[in-house]
C-alpha cells in the first residue's frame, strides 16, 4: 500500500471500546487516533479517558494502574488522579502540585460503545451521536459484534459506502444498487430498494443508513425481517483502521440471533468484508481519480469530508 495519503487524522465522534469491556474498577489501554489512551471506570461507574502517562515522571497508568474508589492509582509513587484527571493525593507529600493532572478526553456512553471526541485544534464537540432505537423500541435482540482491523487509510474505508458500481464486481450481485445519498450538514442519509444474497437466497428489501461524522453510521435492514447494525470506524492511525459492528436482530428472544434471516445477513456482510479488506490493503489513493457518470457520489463524499479535517494540521 502506498502511504500517499494526503491529509491528516479526521475529527469528530469516534467509538473507543464497548462499555461493557469496562466494568467497575476496571482499566484498559486502547490505541486509537494516533494516540494511546487509558480508559478506567472507578468503583461508582464514572468512565475517564485520559493520556495513560502519569504527570510525574512518565509512569503509564494502563500498566499496574488500579482503580481504587473514584481514583486512578499510579503504580509507580501511587499519585491518584479522579475521574476528572485532577491529582487527589500525593500520599508521600504535603502539598499537591498545581499543575498535577491527567489529560482526559470527552466521551459519552452510547448505544451501549464509548466514543471519544477527537479535534486536532481541541474545539469541542460540534454535533451529536445518536441514539438508536434498539434502547427505546421493544422486542430488539443483540448486539452480536464483529471486528476488524484494516492496513489501510481512514477515508478509503468511509468511500466504499459510496461506491455501488463494487457491489457488483466485487460482492457478485446481479446488478449495480439504486441509493439515494441526501447530503446534510454533517450527516449522510442513504436509502436503497434492494435484493441482498444471503446463504439463504435473494432477498427483497429496504435498506437504510445514516451517517453522523466520519466515525459513525448504522443501518436499519428491512428485508425478511428487520436488523440494525452500527458501522463504527476509527483510525488507529495514519495507514490502520479498527472498524467495530454491532448487530441488532428485532425477534421473539435471544434466539432471533442464531435464526432467520438476521444470521444469513450478518454472514453475508461478513463475507463482503473478507471481499473488500485486501482491496482497500493494496490500493493507491488517487486525488483525481476517473470518475464517470455510473461510480455514485464518491467526489461529493470526499468533499463532505473536508469539513473534519482541520487545515491547521494539513
Sequence with gaps: MAFNFPHPLPNGWFHLVYADEIAAGGVKTVRALGEELVVFRSAGGALTVAVPFCPHLGAHLGHGGRVEGETIVCPFHGWRFGTDGACREVPYAKRIPPKARLATWPHVERNGAVYVWRHAEGKPPFYEIPELPVGSEPGWQGPRRLSWTIRAQFQEVLENVFDPAHFRFVHGTATVPESKHTFDGV????????????????????????????????????????????????????????????????????????????????????????????????????????????????????????????????
Design 187 to 314: 450527516r449522510i442519509h442513504a436509502l436503497n430498494e434492494a435484493k441482498m444474497n444471503t446463504p439463504r437466497g435473494v432477498i427483497d428489501g429496504r435498506i437504510e443508513g445514516e451517517t453522523t461524522g466520519p466515525g459513525f453510521g448504522f443501518v436499519r435492514y428491512r428485508m425478511g425481517g428487520e436488523m440494525l447494525h452500527t458501522t463504527c470506524s476509527t483510525p488507529i492511525d495514519e495507514h490502520h483502521v479498527a472498524s467495530n459492528f454491532a448487530f441488532w436482530v428485532k425477534g421473539d428472544g435471544p434466539a432471533a440471533l442464531e435464526r432467520g434471516v438476521g444470521p444469513a445477513m450478518i454472514a453475508e456482510i461478513q463475507r463482503q468484508m473478507a471481499q473488500d479488506i485486501p482491496i482497500w490493503e493494496n490500493k493507491k489513493y488517487l486525488a483525481r481519480p476517473l470518475l464517470c457518470d455510473g461510480d455514485g457520489p464518491i467526489q461529493r463524499a470526499r468533499e463532505w469530508m473536508q469539513q473534519f479535517y482541520s487545515p491547521a494540521a494539513s
